[in-house]
T-cell receptor
Framework: EADIYQTPRYLVIGTGKKITLECSQT?????MYWYQQDPGMELHLIHY???????EKGDLSSESTVSRIRTEHFPLTLESARPSHTSQYLC????????????FGPGTRLTVT | RKEVEQDPGPFNVPEGATVAFNCTYS??????FFWYRQDCRKEPKLLMS???SGNEDGRFTAQLNRASQYISLLIRDSKLSDSATYLC??????????FGTGTRLTIIP
């Protein structure tokens, strides 16, 4: 089993609230990723990081932001949640070099009412 | 046109049968190829990498055809536990993965 964790697993929140989705890994991986996946649809990369203080936007435009202050931690923040943000958010990590296998966390299922 | 295209299925296959999926990719410069498996409401997990010479892992065989820009996955002697969505994944050297929509497979007892 991969040592990558996400909290909360489920979140139901009202419009306009600020939320932070947590992602941590204990594998020492430099690379971390955030994906968004709607039911029955493909994963879309929204953010990635190749190490501390490195963050990049992914292929899908997102109103969220990320930070990478510590290797093991890669939180995603939405300043003002909207119903259009309702989706599943998956965090992943991989070791340097590669491309190597990406290990995924269990995901956060977000519902914005 | 999507960068990675898969037949979404669903494929409903009797237990013990052989089933094959194809996946096409649009960028001829693609370098690495994978099949991931995603169970319902779970995270994706690597099933196998796909090498130019083709590779086999037990009941699973993956093939790559660069000329026609497609990869395939063959499952022999299918088991009930093979029921899942199979994701075709392609990279273009920058180590970002591009996922297909996935092919949903259900094995019927």
């Amino acid at each position: 089993e991969a040592d990558i964790y996400q909290t909360p697993r489920y979140l139901v929140i009202g419009t306009g609230k600020k939320i932070t989705l947590e992602c941590s890994q204990t594998m020492g991986h430099d690379k971390m990723y955030w994906y968004q996946q709607d039911p029955g649809m493909e994963l879309h990369l929204i953010h990635y990081s190749y190490g501390v203080n490195s963050t990049e936007k992914g292929d899908l435009s997102s109103e969220s932001t990320v930070s990478r202050i510590r290797t093991e931690h890669f939180p995603l923040t939405l300043e003002s949640a909207r119903p259009s943000h309702t989706s599943q958010y998956l965090c992943a990590s991989s070791q340097p070099g590669g491309p190597y296998e990406q290990y995924f966390g269990p995901g956060t299922r977000l519902t914005v009412t | 046109r999507k960068e990675v295209e898969q037949d979404p299925g669903p494929f409903n296959v009797p237990e013990g049968a052989t089933v094959a999926f194809n996946c096409t990719y649009s960028n001829s410069a693609s370098q690495s190829f994978f099949w991931y498996r995603q169970d319902c409401r779970k995270e994706p997990k690597l099933l196998m990498s796909v090498y130019s010479s083709g590779n086999e892992d037990g009941r699973f065989t993956a093939q790559l055809n660069r000329a026609s820009q497609y990869i395939s996955l063959l499952i022999r002697d299918s088991k009930l536990s093979d029921s899942a969505t199979y994701l075709c994944v392609v990279t273009y050297g920058n180590e970002k993965l591009t996922f297909g929509t996935g092919t949903r497979l259900t094995i019927i007892p």
